[in-house]
């Protein structure tokens, strides 16, 4: 597609419950990113791959966070056992040869 | 990785000129300047990048000092739509899969 799409929009998560949001890059995008926006303005790097392939995990946090790039499907990234503070914004992102990074609209993760 | 500081927040008119100013004092040579902005409930949206001299594009212009360590985006003339969150991002080189570093942004309020 023309954009990068992410879904859910919104998912709302008790404590302890996994979480998972996906992500479908651009077509002909070989990169992927995952952002986390919490409190408006903070944005913290998670990781990003190159086809299937992790490219850059320094973000992502040891513990509860994974993320996959399969071929023919869509990426994800999977919170086991949310905590009241993984509740953020998650933009996924893509991009290819060239300077310009394409963000999603992000999924909206609520954890009560 | 180099640091960026911008204002938190700017207020201009529509129809005026805004220049939204950047210091990165500690930028290496292989550092491109990026800026992306972020309008309310959506993700970052690219709007300019360059590595030394000033750039023009549809949406803005980028106006770089001769010793690197700042640089301005210009909005020509601004309307209600470019009301958003203006982030200063130095990248790492022309790598497609180097990651942005996202600073907490210049929140422009732009008024009627």
């Known amino acids: 597609g023309e954009e990068v799409a992410q879904t859910p929009k919104h998912l709302v998560r008790g404590e302890g419950q996994k979480a998972k949001l996906y992500c479908a890059p651009i077509k002909g995008h070989s990169y992927v990113f995952w952002y986390q926006q919490v409190l408006k303005n903070e944005f913290k790097f998670l990781i990003s791959?190159?086809?299937?392939?992790?490219?850059?995990e320094t973000g992502m946090p040891k513990e509860r966070f994974s993320a996959k790039c399969l071929p023919n499907s869509p990426c994800s990234l999977e919170i086991q056992a949310t905590k009241l503070e993984d509740s953020a914004v998650y933009f996924c992102?893509?991009?290819?040869?060239?300077?310009?990074?394409?963000f999603g609209e992000g999924s909206w993760l609520t954890v009560v | 990785d180099a640091k960026t500081t911008q204002p938190n927040s700017m207020e201009s008119n529509e129809e005026e000129p805004v220049h939204l100013p950047c210091n990165h004092s500690t930028i290496s040579g292989t550092d491109y300047i990026h800026w992306y902005r972020q309008l309310p409930s959506q993700g970052p949206e690219y709007v300019i990048h360059?590595?030394?001299s000033n750039v023009n594009n549809r949406m803005a212009s980028l106006a770089i000092a001769e010793d690197r360590k700042s640089s301005t985006l210009i909005l020509h003339r601004a309307t209600l739509r470019d009301a958003a969150v203006y982030y200063c991002?130095?990248?790492?080189?022309?790598?497609?899969?180097?990651?942005?570093?996202f600073g907490g942004g210049t929140r422009l309020m732009v008024k009627p």
């Open positions: 360059g590595l030394t």
């Open positions: 992102a893509s991009s290819s040869q060239g300077n310009t990074i394409y």
């Open positions: 991002i130095l990248r790492l080189g022309m790598g497609a899969g180097n990651m942005l570093t």
């Open positions: 791959f190159q086809n299937e392939n992790v490219f850059d």
